[in-house]
């Protein structure tokens, strides 16, 4: 019988984990802090598909920015380069070259903001300063009838 007893008190002995100092973190994820790491992990997670989600659809959205602006030049029979090239004459003339220029009445590269608005810019950016030069080209293309304004009379006051 001493050596049974003997025996469990030796097994019981190395088959308990040491004792930790007062105040130390246990060994083991007590419940609450196992559940707040999947909860941190899930969120991390969810983030990670949140940009990668943002960024596909920034892609797409480049994309088809690209194809309207083929469509547009070919329209004019020109180039992408050269209908680029055309309306950087018009962002010169208008606001020095600015196509960032954001203003409480004008952006972009001279927009009326409510022109930017009424022709369907919200869709890239609340204002044409905002925008990407090629979206600005966009929607310059729809306020002008499919054609680039002519340098040599731009307007100090916008279109």
């Not at 049974?4 to 130390?24: E, M, R, S």
């Not at 596909?56 to 070919?74: F, K, S």
Request: aromatic content about 6%; charged content about 15%; proline content about 5%.
């Amino acid at each position: 019988m001493r050596r049974i007893l003997l025996v469990l008190l030796i097994i019981g002995i190395t088959a308990a984990p040491l004792a930790l100092p007062v105040g130390a973190d246990s060994p083991t994820p007590t419940p609450v802090a196992k559940a707040t790491g999947l909860i941190l992990a899930d969120a991390q997670h969810r983030t990670q598909v949140i940009a990668h989600a943002l960024q596909r659809q920034r892609h797409l959205e480049a994309v088809a920015t690209r194809h309207y602006l083929a469509a547009a030049a070919a329209s004019v029979r020109v180039s992408i380069i050269q209908l680029r090239a055309e309306w950087q004459q018009v962002a010169i003339c208008e606001v020095g070259g600015n196509w960032a220029m954001t203003g409480p009445a004008y952006s972009g590269i001279g927009f009326l903001n409510a022109t930017w608005n009424a022709y369907g810019g919200t869709h890239y950016a609340r204002l044409a300063g905002e925008a990407t030069r090629d979206e600005q080209i966009l929607i310059g293309m729809k306020v002008t009838n499919g054609r680039v304004p002519d340098q040599n009379g731009c307007s100090p006051t916008g279109w």
